[in-house]
């Protein structure tokens, strides 16, 4: 039998040591479909509920394998579906390749039953790389350089194969005039900034005494080269929150979460700091960073197009955080005072006491800060923690304490709802010996978490460690949004939009032969919490939580807080279960750390 297009396209994904593709079937791409059954599903097509969620899934398994994530649609509507998870991939800087039908020659152009111009349509998510594959010749060197582009560049990248070539004959491009041959092998590499460069940034650091340090996902390969220049430096350390699981915050210096979602000590480091060291990460928001003028900069970035423009730094290190830190660390003098060391440690411990003073709070009818608080002494050393965007995302930043071994992961930049689900299942699939949690709230589970359940069931045998821990904070409210309304839109709620119904999320899961754990009680949660930890496979977990409870930024003052109670007593007054009249007395409890003026 001859090798089809098709079957080439398989042969070669195997040979750059893609083992799953996360897809969903049509007709635009029944050439591969059937390759896919010569070639005994290898690689592993991994069948989701929608294609958006296949995307989301391969943005799951890139970024906690540290290798491709490779999804798969269909023409028309299936490669429309992609773009959401290919654009959480592009802002996130993970590398993901797209694979999409298209239909045949023949008919485009000819405004055809799911003609869509997929080059058009792709040119921004993918603009690195995007190439239509019209003749079997072209395929090895547009699927290398796809491949090669998205781990070069971090970033979505694009092969369109209409429907009638993924049947021909493969033939391989020959020695002659106008073909372009490709070759598999690509060594390691990295990139170092000059020594005078890092002579220039070892006299900036070496002249500040209050150096605060802010590391993003980049910083992750570099754990104790972090850890050794900031002990030399006498520094705190923040992390954006895709650089969460990069340190462990059981460190005492390490002040957590930075921005709206962060913390106290956070806010507090870089308030107070005289300079910045920025170390892989592109974290956008400037106002939570120093004063201008008030801190000299330094930045450590691999990619010479995302360096200085988040700060004014001095000195701008393009280079691999690992390497680069491995040479500026020799030129770092010691010896520096303790003071605002000790002041750093002071506030991160006054910090976590602020926290758990305001889990243990009480609320109608769960703390949803709790519920957090309470799972974070039970994570699993090896754990896989994935957050949904929304308010969930404040205490998975504020209230889990990621440990050395712990990996930890949401949609950072495009803060897209709907990932916390898919990214677990795709981290199961890129380690299936590790349990995974994904904390979602209730309104990203009725937007596509409970559909990717069924996707849970179908593939729970085959991972070793068989636990998928889905847990809902159910407050019947799309509650980072109602908050953001109160406090920056200075506006009540807008109940038509912003109250969700009711589902039986528990329910829903036993009703497809998973654990199903519902619990409304505070005294419950705990028990809870081990059950689904210890169940023999995928678990949902739902809490009845107050969306009452505010996700209070940071830098808020006691005037902001109050100004918000005041709007929500002056909109919210009559609605019922959902908002008490006693909420302004919520507000003002959930200020602990605020002295009243």
Known sequence: MSTTVSDHVLQRLREWGVEHVFGYPGDGINGLLAAWGRAENRPRFVQSRHEEMSALQAVGYAKFSGRLGVCVATSGPGAIH????????????????????????????????????????????????????????????????????????????????????????????????KMVPSSLDSSGWTSVPSEESLRRAADVLNAGDKVAILVGQGAAGARAEVEAIAGLLGAGVAKALLGKDALSDELPYVTGSIGLLGTRPSYELMRDCDTLLTIGSSFPYTQFLPEFGAARGVQIDIDPHMVGMRYPYEVNLVGDAKETL???????????????????????????????????????????????????????????VTSDSGSVANWYARHLTLRDGMRGSLSGTLATMGCGVPYAIGAKFAHPDRPAIALVGDGAMQMNGLAEMVTAAKYRDQWEDPRLVVAVWNNRDLNQVTWELRAMGGAPSFVPSQELPDVQYAAFARSLGL?????????????????????DGPAVIEFLTDPAVPPIPPHSTWEQMEATAASILKGDADRGAMVKQGLKAKVQEFLPHREKK
């Open 82 to 177: 992609l773009l959401n998870g290919l654009y959480d991939a592009k802002l996130d800087h993970v590398p993901v390749l797209a694979i999409v039908g298209q239909t045949h020659r023949t008919a485009m152009g000819g405004s055809y039953q799911q003609e869509v111009d997929l080059h058009s349509l792709y040119k921004d998510v993918a603009s690195d790389f995007v190439e239509t594959v019209t003749v079997p010749e072209q395929l090895p060197n547009v699927l290398d350089r796809a491949i090669r582009t998205a781990y070069a560049r971090r970033c979505p990248t694009a092969v369109i194969i209409p429907g009638d070539v993924q049947d021909l004959d493969y033939a391989a491009p020959t020695h002659e005039f």
């Open 326 to 384: 491995q040479r500026l660390v020799p030129l770092i003098e010691s010896g520096r005072g303790r003071e605002w060391f000790d002041t750093v440690c002071a506030n991160v411990t006054r910090w976590r006491d602020v926290m758990a003073r305001r889990a243990e709070l009480s609320a109608d009818p769960i703390n949803p800060e709790y519920v957090a608080h309470a799972l974070d002494p039970l994570l699993p050393s090896d754990a896989i």
């Open 515 to 535: 654990t199903g754990i519902r619990v409304e009680k505070p005294e419950d949660v705990t028990a809870g919490w081990r059950a689904a930890l210890e169940a």
